[in-house]
């Protein structure tokens, strides 16, 4: 019982680390279109900007959370 726990655990964390991974992948991605300037309609490039920065923070709170279990 206590092993299958550790093992579901140990899943838990790495899915956690792996949407963490991907949250700061689209925080580059949408990064990239906030800059890209005016071929991306302003609309698009306001929401990237705040995505940015959202998408960022997620992944660093996710982070700092996993590394204290």
Request: proline share 1%; glycine share 6%; hydrophobic share 40%.
């Given at each position: 019982?206590?092993r299958?726990?550790?093992?579901?655990?140990?899943?838990?964390?790495?899915h956690?680390?792996l949407?963490?991974?991907k949250l700061?992948?689209v925080?580059?991605?949408?990064?990239e279109?906030?800059?890209?300037g005016?071929?991306?309609?302003?609309?698009?490039?306001?929401?990237s900007?705040?995505?940015?920065?959202?998408?960022?923070?997620?992944?660093l709170?996710l982070?700092a959370?996993?590394?204290?279990?």
């Amino acid at each position: 019982m206590r092993r299958l726990q550790h093992e579901a655990k140990s899943l838990a964390r790495e899915h956690i680390e792996l949407l963490a991974a991907k949250l700061s992948e689209v925080s580059l991605l949408s990064g990239e279109i906030a800059e890209g300037g005016e071929i991306y309609p302003v609309g698009v490039r306001e929401l990237s900007r705040r995505l940015t920065e959202e998408a960022n923070m997620t992944a660093l709170t996710l982070t700092a959370i996993i590394d204290r279990t």
